[in-house]
């Protein structure tokens, strides 16, 4: 059965920044393209980055372009968000999963960006 578990999240000040991880267990994790996703209260899930299976490729919403970097280390089965520059609006939970086709979701890891 496959788990993702995410970590790395906290309450930081804007401007700030925080790293995400997420470790994939009972999958082959470098065939897998990944996703990070993040959920704001009130609003639905929305997609933030997402990465190739072997790391080359990687796309970002529009409002984290050059705050946001997603990487993977597909040695350890897992993958990282760098997100810097931290703004309010950033605050969410973030998930990460399989792209495009979900698994079963993890508990995600909350952000905070407050003052």
């Known amino acids: 059965q496959v788990q993702l578990v995410e970590s790395g999240g906290g309450l930081v000040q804007p401007g700030g920044s925080l790293r995400l991880s997420c470790v994939v267990s009972?999958?082959?994790?470098?065939?897998?393209?990944m996703a990070w996703y993040r959920q704001a209260p009130g609003k639905e899930r929305e997609l933030v980055a997402r990465?190739?299976?072997?790391?080359?490729?990687?796309n970002y919403e529009d409002s984290v372009k050059g705050r946001f970097t997603v990487s993977r280390d597909n040695a350890k089965s897992t993958m990282y968000l760098q997100m810097n520059s931290l703004k309010p609006e950033d605050t969410a939970v973030y998930y990460c999963?399989?792209?495009?086709?979900?698994?079963?979701w993890g508990q995600g890891t909350q952000v905070t960006v407050s003052s």
């Open positions: 999963n399989r792209y495009p086709s979900f698994l079963s």
């Open positions: 990465i190739s299976g072997g790391g080359g490729l990687t």
């Open positions: 009972g999958s082959v994790f470098s065939l897998n393209h």
